[in-house]
């Protein structure tokens, strides 16, 4: 802003120069004045574009003009004439300077005041010219004046599309001073221009948007005119500099087309874009066909993009009126030239540099609206991002209340499947018990007695995981009720159990109970004949990941033999049923009673 306030004083400085000092003498009094910005002049229009300086001198009628020059859209050679007095007794040095470049070449020849050639200055590289002019991004000329001389400057400009310009006379310190503050503003013009492309680019290098690229792209298509006006530069064919505008005017749409994306409810938006751009093509047609045309179009396709900017601020989010405002802002200083070139609006430096001013607002208004588009589009994607975090969090809540709704029928459907297993478990056995009823034989009743046990051990499993909701079996609850018809039908046996508080899957517990069947069975028919008071131990622990069973009774005992040989069908189940245990070793104590250890491992256990 410090910048900006320093061009804006160097700007009203040169605008309040040019309109001091006011003279209207056709011939040119040089006096005290540091500049000379309004006089008569004296044109002739050469439209056979063949006459020499000769020929001029000798035969052109110059007719009396102001010092502010325009044409209209002529495409011939224009002859001016400007006469300098100096009425000093002492030498003077004026310099006679042009305001514009629009012309393709300037030419300047100097008389004395009988008509006598002196010499001549060229602002191209003219092999038959004396000089060229003064190096300076406008033609100038210098005229050095004796005391009390008359001399004559003609001046030939070849018109490319018709002429727009301003003569001034300055003394030298003063020229060199106001050329300063006019090359101050260009400097900080494209200061700001170079800063505002960089800072495009940055940014889509940041996002990766193409919206950055579009309009890097059209500040640099435009500022090829500005660059032309100001006279850094020069072209070799003058009107393809005016199709500069038209182009960058549809890059510009590509923008306004990105920025404005999914952020104005007028449903007629694109069409609107699309319009504007194909005029703006027509326009770059219409330049190469007939260029007076090319101006009267341009004109008011450039004024009619006011309804864009007006549509932008009733339809378009808060935060782009930004844009609305910098775009009339541009629209009104870029019609300024056109309307000036028609006669419309008076040739002043406001005038002369209105689209360069209007410019340098815009980019400085467009680069806060792109910096905001920046924050805008943070707060989106964290809006996005927090909408995301909801829905996910919907989501797995959803799921969540799912998957417990199915978890929780599956337990339903699990205790409803061990339910009926048990009941018809409980059925074979009432078959069994009804069978042995009918049955006389001693073996075959111990036979039924076995087997009904063994179910009876599967039963009570099912029992037990139909009462719990745990899909494993807690051993300490299985054990004690496993043991409970045995200690019934057995009261004269004292059983005793220690047994950690563990779950075992379900497998496992099946292969437990099935061994623990088999045990107590023989036990209760083989260990204690003699016995006067006869004991089972049983010891269930974990130790390391280990799980550790001890059964012991305090019977006979019997030959171990017995046990590793027998091909009865007791002794048979427990071998195959200790092998059906992970890493299972089982270790055999007969010397006072019996003693049995088995160490099996899980993966998976629980204390």
Not at 280 to 291: E, M, N, P
Not at 436 to 447: G, L, P, Q, R, T
Request: glycine share 4%.
């Amino acid at each position: 802003m410090l910048y900006l306030s320093k061009a804006n004083y160097f700007l009203t400085v040169l605008f309040f120069l040019l309109l001091l000092l006011h003279t209207t003498a056709s011939a040119v009094e040089i006096g005290d004045q540091a500049v000379i910005d309004n006089f008569e002049l004296a044109y002739f229009y050469d439209e056979s574009n063949t006459m020499h300086i000769e020929d001029v001198v000798g035969k052109a009628v110059f007719t009396p003009i102001n010092n502010t020059i325009n044409t209209g859209p002529k495409f011939d050679i224009f002859w001016f004439k400007v006469t300098f007095s100096n009425m000093k007794n002492n030498i003077q040095t004026r310099i006679l300077a042009c305001s514009e470049t629009y012309a393709s070449g300037y030419d300047f020849y100097e008389y004395s005041s009988d008509n006598r050639f002196l010499k001549s200055f060229s602002s191209r590289n003219d092999p038959n010219a004396d000089e060229r002019v003064l190096e300076d991004p406008y033609p100038a000329y210098k005229i050095v004046l004796a005391p009390h001389e008359t001399k004559i400057v003609y001046l030939k400009v070849r018109s490319g599309f018709g002429i727009l310009n301003r003569m001034t006379i300055h003394k030298p310190t003063h020229y060199f001073r106001t050329n300063t503050y006019q090359n101050y503003f260009f400097i900080f013009y494209f200061g700001i221009l170079f800063s505002s492309i960089s800072f495009s680019l940055l940014l889509f290098i940041y996002n990766r948007e193409p919206i950055y690229v579009y309009y890097s792209l059209y500040l640099a298509v435009y500022n090829v005119w500005v660059l032309l006006q100001s006279g850094f530069v020069e072209f070799p064919f003058f009107q393809l500099g005016f199709a500069a505008v038209p182009i960058a005017f549809i890059f510009f749409m590509s923008f306004t087309r990105e920025l404005m994306r999914k952020e104005i409810k007028f449903p007629l938006f694109n069409t609107v874009l699309n319009t504007y751009t194909f005029l703006f093509i027509l326009g770059v047609i219409i330049l190469i066909i007939d260029f007076p045309l090319y101006i009267l179009y341009s004109t008011l396709v450039i004024f009619s993009l006011f309804f864009l900017g007006v549509t932008i601020i009733r339809y378009g989010a808060k935060h782009l009126h930004l844009y609305s405002y910098a775009l009339m802002i541009f629209l009104v200083s870029l019609s300024l030239p056109p309307l000036m070139y028609h006669e419309l609006l008076p040739y002043n430096f406001i005038t002369r540099n209105g689209n360069a001013l209007g410019s340098t607002i815009e980019m400085i208004l467009f680069s806060i609206l792109l910096a905001n588009r920046i924050k805008v589009l943070k707060q989106e994607k964290l809006h996005i991002n927090e909408e995301i975090v909801t829905l996910k969090t919907k989501q797995n809540e959803l799921l969540q209340t799912k998957v417990q709704e199915q978890t929780k029928e599956l337990k339903l459907l699990f205790q409803e499947l061990h339910h009926r297993v048990k009941n018809n478990f409980q059925f074979i056995l009432t078959f069994l018990w009804i069978q042995k009823k009918s049955i006389h034989d001693k073996k075959a009743v111990e036979a039924f007695d076995v087997t009904t046990n063994r179910i009876f051990a599967m039963s009570q499993l099912h029992e037990l995981l139909y009462k719990t909701d745990n899909p494993r079996v807690n051993m300490r609850m299985y054990v004690k009720e496993f043991l409970q018809p045995f200690q019934e039908n057995n009261p004269d046996i004292t059983i005793e159990s220690n047994i950690v508080e563990t779950d075992l899957t379900f497998d496992t517990a099946v292969t437990f109970g099935l061994i623990l069947n088999e045990l107590i069975t023989n036990s209760t028919k083989y260990a204690f004949e003699g016995i006067a008071d006869p004991r089972i131990y049983i010891d269930f622990n974990i130790k390391d990941g280990q799980h550790l069973f001890v059964y012991r009774d305090n019977g006979v005992g019997f030959d171990e033999k017995i046990l590793r040989t027998s091909a009865g069908l007791g002794y048979e189940l427990i071998r195959e049923f200790i092998h059906k245990l992970e890493n299972s070793t089982m270790v055999l104590n007969t010397a006072n009673g019996v003693e049995i250890t088995i160490t099996f491992t899980c993966e998976n256990y629980y204390v």
